[in-house]
């Protein structure tokens, strides 16, 4: 009868660390999804800031529809003299240069 309920007591042992790794596993998966929103809102936030410095530069690219303003952005970012200023953008940027 000892040896039952020492099982027993193991099992339930057994049972309660298999709800903490569950318990464990729904907060690091809610973790996962925050940082996930987290970095979205990020991008977002970007992208319109971007946008709104494209919008303050040329308030006339505001009319183009998207299919248009996508394809002048295209052709301006085909522009070797617009490749080199981006190329030494990035470059300033890895450096650390503001």
């Known amino acids: 009868m000892e040896n039952k309920e020492k099982t027993l007591e193991q099992l339930e042992a057994a049972r309660l660390k298999v709800q903490q790794y569950e318990h464990k596993v ?8 925050h940082l996930e929103k987290k970095a979205d809102r990020q ?3 970007h992208l319109c800031n971007m946008g709104g410095a494209i919008q303050s ?24 003299a617009v490749q080199e200023l981006v190329e030494q953008a990035m470059q300033r940027h890895e450096a650390g240069d503001n």
């Open 57 to 80: 530069i040329s308030k006339e690219a505001d009319t183009l529809t998207r299919v248009e303003f996508y394809s002048l952005m295209e052709q301006v970012f085909d522009l070797p």
């Open 26 to 33: 729904q907060l690091l998966q809610n973790r996962k999804k």
């Open 43 to 45: 991008r977002t936030h």
